[in-house]
């Protein structure tokens, strides 16, 4: 069966640090992946998707990067973080290519102060 | 356009059935789909329904689906404790990406 995990799940940094976060799938091969972030009482915003090794589209210009080194490894990075990248990161992996469902790892909270 | 929109909160008695309502945009969305959130966790996929479907039935879980409207809903009959939770509605946008509404908070009181 297929796992995806986050790490790490929790995380406070001041500002101007770097950040990594990294996401792993087993199970399956050449999964599409996804970075999306979640803010207090908002919706899920996408940040980036990978439909395969070193390949990324962003969706939304912002503070953070990511990337794809291995086919089931996705990693969210940024150099200088801001006190408006706080939030609640969650990667997910595509299920069936028809029905398109998403599912979740269990999230990584991040703190900037 | 890509916003789905749901209402914040929701208040339900125990035992009380719970009926939780999203609209969406884009009238090409091929799946639609409902998720649920736990405190502190990642989101769970509770279950989906195809664009040519009016209804969906699952245990306690009711999909509704107006696609003439680009309404759906998500019925849980005998709501119990349990499922105090943030839902989530999404709709398909292309091959590629899902778009999430912000959540509705469903509190179950005794």
């Known amino acids: 069966s297929q796992t995806i995990h986050q790490w790490p799940a929790t995380l406070v940094q001041p500002v101007g640090s770097p950040l990594s976060l990294e996401c792993t799938v087993e199970g399956t091969s050449n999964p599409n992946l996804y970075w999306y972030r979640q803010a207090a009482g908002r919706g899920l915003q996408l940040l980036f998707y990978?439909?395969?090794?070193?390949?990324i589209s962003s969706e939304v210009p912002q503070n953070l990067s990511a990337s794809r080194p291995q086919d089931r490894q996705f990693i969210l990075s940024s150099k200088k973080l801001l006190l408006s990248d706080s939030g609640f990161y969650l990667c997910?992996?595509?299920?069936?290519?028809?029905?398109?469902?998403?599912?979740f790892g269990e999230g990584s909270r991040l703190t900037v102060l | 356009g890509e916003d789905v929109e749901q209402s914040l909160f929701l208040s339900v008695r125990e035992g009380d059935s719970s009926v939780i309502n999203c609209t969406y945009t884009?009238?090409?969305?091929?799946?639609l789909y409902w998720y649920k959130q736990e405190p502190g966790a990642g989101l769970q996929l509770l279950t989906y329904?195809?664009?040519?479907?009016d209804m969906k039935q699952d245990q306690r879980l009711t999909v509704l689906l107006n696609k003439k409207d680009k309404h759906l809903s998500l019925r849980i009959a005998d709501t119990q404790t349990g499922d105090s939770a943030i839902y989530f509605c999404?709709?398909?946008?292309?091959?590629?990406?899902?778009?999430f509404g912000a959540g509705t908070t469903v509190t179950v009181r005794a």
């Open positions: 329904i195809f664009s040519n479907m």
């Open positions: 999404a709709e398909s946008l292309n091959d590629y990406k899902l778009s």
């Open positions: 990978s439909v395969g090794i070193g390949q």
């Open positions: 997910a992996w595509r299920g069936h290519p028809n029905t398109g469902e998403l599912f």
């Open positions: 884009d009238s090409s969305s091929t799946y």
